[in-house]
């Protein structure tokens, strides 16, 4: 069992910057495929960026692109996801999640077993 915790949402200008932090708890932690999800009102959970569980691969949705960076640090069971540029449009609750499977699309919100509360973020004009 895992239990994920986000943090460091918040409101913040078009053109601002936010990092979210998602800390894990349990000692498998560095075995997980670790992804970002975002929901805004009315929409499907959408993916955001994924890193294998050595950090080696990196994946991101064209939307984030250029703007955001996930990273890990395995020794402190932490994900993180620097936001730059944020646009109106990143306004959403967004989720952490883990994959102690490994397996599948990165992108698939199903492949992931284990889910964070979530944390807002709201980028206003």
């Known amino acids: 069992q895992v239990q994920l915790v986000e943090s460091g949402g918040g409101l913040v200008q078009a053109g601002g910057s936010l990092r979210l932090s998602c800390a894990a708890s349990?000692?498998?932690?560095?075995?997980?495929?670790m992804g970002w999800f975002r929901q805004a009102p009315g929409k499907e959970r959408e993916f955001v960026a994924a890193?294998?569980?050595?950090?080696?691969?990196?994946y991101y949705s064209d939307s984030v692109k250029g703007r955001f960076t996930i990273s890990r640090d395995n020794a402190k069971n932490t994900v993180n996801l620097q936001m730059n540029s944020l646009k109106p449009e990143d306004t959403a609750v967004y989720y952490c999640a883990a994959d102690p499977d490994r397996s599948g699309s990165v992108s698939t919100p199903t492949n992931y077993d284990y889910w964070g509360q979530g944390t807002q973020v709201t980028v206003s004009l």
């Open positions: 349990g000692r498998t932690f560095s075995r997980y495929r």
């Open positions: 890193i294998t569980s050595s950090g080696a691969l990196i």
